[in-house]
């Protein structure tokens, strides 16, 4: 039963790049939410997708966006990259999503924008 | 405003020592909890939640926590520490209506030394 996957594991990219990350969820799960974490830092909710539609967002700006595609992998997008997006990013799954449904996480993405 | 704190960032302990790792929550409506742990280079792996019922939940690996209302804690312990138990502890809380998000603590980094 194949957990939480997230591609790329790693990635450089440089200041007013655009980038995009991966996740699919564990089997069996519907709903998918993306964290920031950075560096010493719990993750930080950026939003959650079920249904195909951005279900709720977390104080983050336009430049993050995302989607959900009809087999619930799901892609983060990050436009105009700033130094401070350098961090790791975390796919969680879950089913429905509700709060008593505990998030499985994948190993992340680490992005570093030089 | 709702939020978690985890009040040390850092906790050494010996091998074989019992170990209590803090976490307190701040919110308006009721709640879950979540212990998560993290290994270097990986995602957040659940230890254990507290959804309704017993205050005392426990995990598989000796790990024990107590939801305590009053208190709006959920602090962590474990009886016997082994050096395997040194990671990054988050707490985390999500909530029974209104929000789908989680929020996290910043995290304790709980060293375990020979």
């Known amino acids: 039963d194949a957990g939480v996957t997230q591609s790329p594991t790693h990635l450089i990219k440089t200041r007013g790049q655009q980038v995009t990350l991966r996740c699919s969820p564990k089997?069996?799960?519907?709903?998918v939410s993306w964290y920031q974490q950075a560096l010493g830092q719990g993750p930080q909710f950026i939003f959650q997708?079920?249904?195909?539609?951005?279900?709720q967002r977390g104080n983050f700006p336009d430049r993050f966006s995302g989607h959900q595609f009809p087999n619930y992998s799901s892609e983060l997008n990050v436009n105009a990259l700033l130094l401070g997006d350098s961090a790791l990013y975390l796919c969680?799954?879950?089913?429905f999503g509700t709060g008593n449904q505990p998030q499985h996480f994948g190993d992340g993405t680490r992005l570093s924008i030089l | 405003a709702q939020s978690v704190t985890q009040l040390d960032s850092q906790v050494p302990v010996f091998e074989e020592a019992p170990v209590e790792l803090r976490c307190n929550y701040s919110?308006?409506?009721?709640?879950?909890l979540f212990w998560y742990v993290q290994y270097p280079n990986q995602g957040l792996q659940l230890l254990l939640k507290?959804?309704?019922?017993?205050?005392l939940v426990k995990s598989i690996n000796g790990f024990e926590a107590e939801f305590n209302k009053s208190q709006t804690s959920f602090h962590l312990r474990k009886p016997s520490v082994h050096i395997s138990d040194t990671a990054e502890y988050f707490c985390a809380v999500s909530f029974v209506s209104g929000t789908y998000k989680y929020i996290f603590g910043t995290g304790t980094r709980l060293k375990v030394l020979a």
């Open positions: 919110s308006s409506v009721s709640v879950y």
């Open positions: 969680a799954s879950s089913f």
């Open positions: 997708y079920y249904e195909e539609e951005e279900r």
């Open positions: 089997s069996g799960h519907d709903t």
């Open positions: 507290y959804l309704s019922g017993s205050t």
